[in-house]
């Protein structure tokens, strides 16, 4: 499984591609920043956002985007940014057909450390370990996106098997209702 | 000048085009709203605003597009959706280089009730009157779409004002020193 990870933001929107499945290691696929300057108009970096987004899109063609869910308590001063940027990252993949999973920080911190109250050195400590790398990748937000696209690789199965069973059950009413 | 004021949501994106210039008669040029179902997901709904604000584009070429300021504090539940339809539509129109306007609400109650704190029914028959309408646009979401393109109208001429001031500013600071 092919996974872009976004940790989005309108100043850093850090970028990841992780590709393996759960229980073997991972492999880091690509890592970056897209950047939009903080002076320019709003729908000009919502646009540079689009472009960024759809450049990686092309270059890994992942299966899935993993993004970060957006909470309207946390930071209350940038949330709005971090919220319309995660909206052109979910626009984009959607737009091609790309399935998109949201996990929320706690959950992706979790996965990775062991703890959903882990710090960002910790984060990109573990990110470093589980995808063999030289160091940590900088800044903290490319780290995020690793992270994220982790997270999704070892959760997606547990994830599918609650759906498997959901549409089991949805099929086994549906049979009922036909041969009443 | 044609301004298209988008009034963002997920569930209801309010949409309208008016034409005119302040201090002359406005013109309704269309109203509507454009709706996701709840239900989807959020990629597909993002998707599917993305393809309503296209379509608007289209038919109406508006030379400016107006969209209302969220703000976090307020409605925190619906906040994360505003922000993020809010985002696609601006994403839409600086895409095809049209400036994007935003105004706060209470700027657009002020504009067309003379009062930042009137309620959506006041707003509703001042658009209804302003536009010299059968009857208010419904739901509120498209009568507030409204009132923004004529809030826009009737505060550019003030806001162009400033940007000339601004800008003669920064010419002649320029040319003083080219001459030093």
Redesign the interface.
Same mark, same amino acid.
């Given at each position: 499984m092919r996974v872009l990870g976004v940790d989005p933001g309108l100043t850093r929107c850090g970028v990841g591609v992780v590709e393996g499945v759960a229980g073997r290691p991972l492999t880091m696929r690509g890592v970056g920043v897209v950047r939009t300057p903080a002076d320019a108009?709003?729908?000009?970096r =919502?646009?540079a956002i689009?472009q960024g987004i759809e450049q990686w899109l092309d270059e890994h063609r992942p299966e899935v985007v993993a993004v970060e869910r957006?909470?309207?308590?946390h930071n209350?001063s940038t949330?709005?940014g971090t919220?319309?940027?995660?909206?052109?990252a979910?626009?984009c993949?959607?737009?091609r057909g790309i399935p998109?999973a =949201?996990h929320t920080p706690s959950e992706v911190k979790a996965a990775v450390t062991g703890s959903g109250r882990a710090d960002k050195a910790q984060v990109g400590a573990m990110v470093t370990r589980l995808l063999r790398l030289a160091a940590p990748p900088k800044p903290a937000d490319a780290a995020d996106a690793l992270a994220l696209a982790i997270c999704h690789i070892w959760r997606a199965p547990a994830q599918n098997r609650l759906q498997q069973a959901v549409q089991q059950q949805a099929a086994l009413h549906a049979s009922k209702g036909r041969t009443p």
């Open positions: 108009e709003l729908g000009h =919502l646009v689009e957006v909470f309207s308590q209350v949330v709005m919220a319309q940027a995660s909206a052109v979910m626009l993949a959607s737009r998109v =949201l």
